[in-house]
């Protein structure tokens, strides 16, 4: 698809604790990907895109508030799986099919997605990581070009107010497969231009 190259850099923000941010910011290494189960668009280095305060909620309730901290990150999403694009959507249905005749020929079970706490967010996305995962082992397969990042839109929250569309935590997510689409790491600032975290 002549279209899947996303042109242009982008701030993306990864809520991590304070050792990880050390360790980046301070020591130069490089973040890890994520390869749990539940990663709802498959395996790499998840980011919000453009979103501080939401990576920051994120890493205070992961991390609690006093290790909680937050990496900036410049992002070249160069050849982009982008869900939030209509174009996108059979390739999403090609790898489901695909992973149903996989599952059933190793006599495995279908991965779920599932709730929460009693929520409805969806918060464990193991079917959808799978489906994710398996849009890359066909790409592989047919010699098709290979995604360097992800991206999509996570409904998640509470409504906004009474009989809203619009839910609280509703965030746009990338995942990066390439490093090389992270051009550099940054301290995000506040609005007075202090460093909103600092390492010891």
């Not at 990576?55 to 999403?77: C, K, P, Q, S, T």
């Not at 174009?87 to 149903?100: D, G, K």
């Not at 994710?132 to 360097?148: E, P, S, W």
């Not at 809203?164 to 051009?183: M, P, S, V, W």
Request: glycine letters at 8%.
């Amino acid at each position: 698809m002549i279209y899947s190259d996303c042109s242009g850099l982008i701030l993306g923000f990864h809520g991590c604790s304070k050792d990880v941010y050390g360790a980046v910011i301070r020591d130069s290494k490089p973040l890890s990907p994520s390869t749990n189960s539940y990663d709802w668009l498959g395996s790499g280095i998840y980011f919000w895109e453009n979103s501080y305060m939401r990576a920051n909620d994120w890493a205070i309730n992961r991390f609690g508030e006093e290790n909680a901290a937050v990496i900036g990150a410049v992002i070249d999403l160069s050849s982009c799986f982008d869900l939030t694009d209509y174009s996108n959507t059979e390739y999403v249905r090609e790898a489901y099919n695909s992973l149903v005749v996989d599952i059933k020929n190793n006599g495995k079970e279908m991965p779920r997605n599932k709730n929460v706490n009693n929520n409805d967010d969806w918060l464990m996305r193991e079917l959808d990581c799978a489906v994710i995962n398996q849009v890359h082992l066909l790409n592989k397969k047919l010699k098709r070009k290979q995604f360097d990042s992800l991206r999509g839109m996570f409904a998640e929250g509470r409504s906004i107010y009474k009989g809203a569309g619009f839910r609280e935590k509703t965030h746009t997510q990338l995942c990066i497969r390439n490093l090389h689409c992270i051009k550099g790491y940054f301290t995000p600032l506040d609005d007075k231009g202090n460093a909103l975290i600092t390492v010891d």
